[in-house]
């Protein structure tokens, strides 16, 4: 597809109303169901592996819904890059603010992690009014979308920065000045940028960047998420245990991957699970998804 057709149904999509996105998403995540797409083999896989105390019937209905919930996110993207402020219209309530307000007054910076769960995109702009706010990010694989992309989660004056050297050294800059940071918590790193640690009880790749930069300045850490509601969403603020804190990495990164798993259980069907969190295995394991999905 090239990049002015994308570029124009992104424009279309941002003027559905929210209801007919959401049921067009829902309508594309069924038909990815159905097909049995890359995408929905995936998430059964995670499925199982994640939540062996459900049933086998349980799991398969959970992750149905997990691709509708998909595709509602997928719909939903444009109308909050294309709407910039005037999305923040579509958050109903925030539950947790007084966490967020006792934080925005710690002159020793803010790490918000925002996992993919719910709208991650709404969390960003909505992080972006809290102060001055930088966020890493993924450069899209078309390199002629990123200025798209950094346009769209910029709406609300959020500075972001790449997953290099320096993205990272402003992340640094911005919390010595007392400032917000977003990161998302949930990808995949290098081996040399992470550790495995226990996530859903699965053995998982998982960066050690938010031990590290929490450990230069001493910032406090948060999450948040925009969970989907009928008519909006609800933003999520959730406190992490103290042990995130450990200057061992091992037990601040374990504790980290606890918060995402208590987080992606308030939602579960909202949660990601298309993605391969566990692609990477310690050494001796085996794949755990097969060639070619």
């Known amino acids: 597809m090239s990049e002015h057709l994308i570029k124009l149904l992104i424009v279309v999509m941002s003027w559905l109303p929210l209801p007919l996105a959401r049921g067009l998403g829902?309508?594309?995540?069924?038909?990815?169901?159905?097909?049995?797409?890359?995408?929905?083999?995936?998430?059964?896989?995670?499925?199982?592996?994640?939540l062996p105390e459900f049933t086998a019937s349980e799991r398969r209905a959970l992750a149905r819904r997990s691709l509708q919930q998909w595709g509602m996110t997928l719909f939903e993207t444009p109308i909050v890059w294309r709407r910039g402020l005037k999305a923040l219209g579509l958050i109903r309530a925030v539950n947790g603010q007084p966490l967020m307000d006792a934080a925005l007054a710690d002159d020793r910076g803010l790490i918000l992690?925002?996992?993919?769960l719910g709208n991650w995109e709404?969390?960003?702009?909505?992080?972006?009014?809290?102060?001055?706010?930088?966020?890493?990010?993924?450069?899209?694989?078309?390199?002629?979308?990123?200025?798209?992309?950094?346009?769209?989660r910029g709406k609300a004056g959020a500075k972001l920065v790449p997953t290099d050297l320096r993205g990272v050294s402003a992340l640094i800059k911005a919390l010595k000045r007392g400032e917000v940071t977003g990161i998302l918590p949930d990808m995949e790193p290098d081996r040399s940028g992470g550790i495995f640690a226990r996530f859903f009880?699965?053995?998982?790749?998982?960066m050690t960047l938010v031990h590290n930069l929490q450990h230069r300045g001493d910032a406090r850490v948060?999450?948040?998420?925009?969970?989907r509601?009928?008519?909006?969403?609800?933003?999520?603020?959730?406190?992490?245990?103290?042990?995130?804190?450990?200057?061992?990495?091992?037990?601040?990164?374990?504790?980290?991957?606890?918060?995402?798993?208590?987080?992606?259980?308030?939602?579960?069907?909202?949660?990601?699970?298309?993605?391969k969190r566990f692609?990477?295995?310690?050494?001796?394991?085996?794949?755990?998804?097969?060639?070619?999905i």
């Open 26 to 50: 829902w309508l594309v995540g069924e038909v990815a169901w159905r097909r049995k797409t890359r995408g929905a083999v995936t998430t059964l896989i995670n499925l199982d592996l994640c």
């Open 113 to 116: 992690l925002s996992p993919h």
């Open 122 to 152: 709404l969390t960003g702009l909505w992080l972006s009014r809290q102060g001055p706010t930088t966020i890493l990010y993924q450069p899209p694989r078309q390199a002629k979308l990123e200025e798209l992309v950094k346009a769209g």
């Open 201 to 206: 009880g699965i053995q998982a790749l998982t």
């Open 222 to 227: 948060l999450l948040a998420f925009a969970r």
């Open 229 to 275: 509601v009928p008519g909006g969403f609800v933003i999520e603020v959730l406190e992490p245990e103290k042990a995130i804190y450990d200057k061992d990495p091992a037990i601040g990164v374990a504790a980290m991957n606890r918060l995402v798993e208590q987080s992606a259980r308030m939602a579960p069907e909202q949660y990601q699970w298309e993605y």
């Open 279 to 292: 692609k990477q295995r310690p050494e001796g394991e085996g794949k755990l998804y097969p060639k070619g």
